[in-house]
C-alpha cells in the first residue's frame, strides 16, 4: 500500500511490544494479542519509534521529523519509513485494509468451524517458553471445573483433585 507523505497514516492496532536483547543490539518483538497477525515481528529502535507514532492522526513527514530529532546523525528518509508501514501493514499490525481483511477471514472461519480449540493450547505450541524444557509437548484436551471446597460434595472434589 502506498502512503502519500502528507496525509495521515493507520494507527496501529493493540500489539505487545517485548524488548529484547539481539547480539548486544536493542530488539523490539511486536506481537498480537488476539493472534489477527499471522506473525510476530521484530523491529529495531528506528522502526519502533515508527510503530509508537502511529496514532491515526501523524503524517509520513511528521514521523520523519520526529525520527531525526530522535536520531541525530542518522540517514532516516521516506523510504525506511514506508519500508517499515510496509511490514506492518502486511503483518496486519495497521488499522488498514489488510487488516480488515485477515479479521473477516478469521472471523469466517471461526463461525465455520466445528470445533474450536482453546486458544492456550494454542498459544502452548507456538510458544516453547510456556511449555518449559519440552518444546514438543501435545496439546491436551482437559477440562477441570473450579470447584469451592466450602460447598462441593466430599466425592466430586475428590474426584477432580
Known sequence: MHYATDTPLPRVRNVEVIPIDQGGERAFYIRDPLEIAPQPLLLGPAGMLVLSQ??????????LESLRKALPGGEVGVGEIRHVLGRLSEGCYLDDPAAAARLSGVRKAFERAEVRPAWHSMQRRQSPRL????P?????NAFSPFVLATRAHLPYALYWT
Open 131 to 134: 511449555a518449559g524444557d519440552r
Open 136 to 140: 514438543n509437548i501435545p496439546s491436551v
Open 54 to 63: 502511529l496514532d491515526g492522526r501523524r503524517t509520513i513527514n511528521e514521523i
